[in-house]
């Protein structure tokens, strides 16, 4: 009880904020079992499981860097939106302005 505590404190710190989180797996697609969560981790190896984006050109490939908004947490797990790919990590930005 008392870890759990702490966790949930720990975690709490970030509900609601931006964090960058790597994509380590999407559910395959099933017509019995619908896509339900992107599987990710923060630079700290917590686990966050992101909302499906309603466009599925939106979903990043396994690796991607993304920025993902904290809307749910528990001690050991957390939950949010996708936010945004971190183009830059990817090396992906445009060099001409």
């Known amino acids: 009880e008392l870890q759990e505590s702490i966790s949930l404190s720990i975690n709490e710190a970030v509900l609601g904020r931006m964090v960058e989180v790597m994509v380590e797996s999407i559910p395959g697609h099933d017509p019995e079992k619908p896509i339900d969560w992107i599987k990710t981790r923060t630079r700290t190896n917590k686990s966050v499981s992101l909302e ?46």
Do not use: H, Y
């Open 52 to 97: 499906l984006p309603e466009d599925p050109s939106l979903i990043p490939s396994v690796g991607s860097l993304v920025q993902a908004e904290v809307t749910e947490v528990k001690p050991v797990t957390m939950r949010g939106r996708l936010a945004g790919v971190a183009e830059l990590e990817l090396g992906l930005a445009s060099v001409d302005n």
